[in-house]
């Protein structure tokens, strides 16, 4: 299959001069108030984001629409959190990466805590990969893909993108 980059790139050009505002309104949203994920391990899942990554658990209750079901959260910064169901007695099977769902997520942290971070990952044997020298993908305990970014938040790689 050829890929025609050139037409790619015009609808790409295309589609910025029709969409992006010179002078952006303010966003109707406060921020992302949790994105939340599936955990088949609870406290392997704590163990892995709270004791490896650093992200705090702040709490955990039952899920208000599963009985017995579990929904915890980690403080991932400025805000935001991390959410997972774990759902006792259902086969959801493993995660899996497919069009129109779930790529990946993008944390970003300050670059001494990007280097401990690798450091922690490659002590841990967390199978990972460098890109760019700023960003480090990786895969938590159910398989999701996580992407540690050394860039602030609203860059990427050197490009203002809020």
Known sequence: MSIDHAAIAETRDRIRAAHL????PP?????LHHFA??????????????DL???????????RDYPGSNHFFFDIGNGNLLAFFDFPGLDLGPYREVLGGLHHIAISVDPSTWDRLRGKLEAASV?????????IYFRDPDGTRLELLADPL?????SRVL
């Open 127 to 135: 199978p990972h990969q460098i890109e760019s020298g700023a960003s």
């Open 53 to 63: 990554l650093e992200f705090p658990l702040t709490e955990i209750f039952e899920n």
């Open 37 to 50: 994920l599936i955990s088949s391990d609870v406290e392997r899942t704590i163990r892995f984001y709270q």
């Open 27 to 31: 966003s109707s949203a406060r921020g």
């Open 154 to 158: 609203g860059e990427m790689y050197g």
């Open 21 to 24: 505002r010179e002078h952006r």
